[in-house]
């Protein structure tokens, strides 16, 4: 945890909550040791969605789908959502979800490697949200901005990883340097590239949210 645990306690005693589905939809999730984002993150979703009221938005990294629903349920606009996952369990039951929470003819849900599936793919989208392999985000990165609107906004969830991205390389474990190197270099383009506004948030494990203020972005 990057951010003192009792605070984040208290800041999460204050949140009002989700609906039934969604809490159902998590407390099975967390039974089945299926990684979605945090209750501050969902918080933090929920008002950069208020904000920004996204038409189209783009996920990397359904799991089991409770990201989806809750864009889908708390954007104040009438949205399409297209998410990805590549794992061949969790997609069965990310589809039973979007059933139960009647969103199904509002999410897509594109089976196979992110790095492929998004090639594939037309813009613009409005909203872009990063949750899938930390060590991929800087490969995702050209086909993201490619596919996110001027205007539109990045979030990339995860990217503080625990702390563990501000000790030196030799500090980190042997197996987790690739990710934290990549990481690095992930966020140093994010706040390095022109045309490309971004904060980097200790919300969660870290989000960094991204503004593409250009047409044409060279990384
Ligand atoms: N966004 C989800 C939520 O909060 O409900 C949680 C996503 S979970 C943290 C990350 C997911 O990304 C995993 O289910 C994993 O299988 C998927 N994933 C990882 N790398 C991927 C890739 N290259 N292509 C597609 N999915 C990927």
């Known amino acids: 945890m990057i951010v003192d645990e009792r605070l984040v306690t208290y800041i999460n005693s204050l949140d009002t909550g989700n609906t039934a589905m969604l ?17 501050e993150m969902q918080s933090f979703l929920k008002f950069l969605l208020a904000m920004k009221k ?11 789908g409770f990201s989806a629903i809750l864009m889908a ?10 998410t990805i996952e590549n794992y061949e369990k969790r997609i069965p039951i990310a589809r039973e979800n979007f059933k139960r929470a009647g969103k199904e003819a509002q999410i897509a849900l594109l ?45 990339s969830d995860n990217v503080l990883q625990d702390g563990d991205i501000i000790e030196s390389h030799y500090a980190v474990e042997r197996r987790n340097r690739t ?4 990481m690095r270099e992930y966020l140093y383009v994010l706040k390095h590239t022109d045309g490309l ?9 870290g989000a960094a949210v991204t503004v593409k203020q250009k047409d044409t972005i060279c990384l």
């Not at 349920?73 to 297209?82: F, G």
């Not at 490969?139 to 596919?147: G, Q, S, T, Y």
Request: glycine content about 8%; some cysteine.
């Open 197 to 205: 506004l971004t904060s980097i948030v200790p919300v969660g494990d």
């Open 54 to 64: 996204p038409a189209r938005i783009l996920e990397v990294g359904t799991a089991v």
């Open 23 to 39: 809490d159902q939809i998590e407390r099975e999730a967390t039974a089945d040791y299926v990684p979605i984002i945090r209750k």
């Open 179 to 182: 990710i934290y190197k990549r």
């Open 111 to 155: 089976e196979g490697d992110a790095a492929e599936v998004l090639k594939t793919l037309e813009g613009p989208y409005d909203f872009i949200f990063m949750d899938a392999a930390k060590g991929q985000y800087i490969h995702f990165l050209p086909d993201a901005l490619r596919l996110l609107r001027t205007g539109g906004v990045l979030v």
């Open 73 to 82: 349920e708390y954007d104040p606009v009438p949205c399409q959502i297209t």
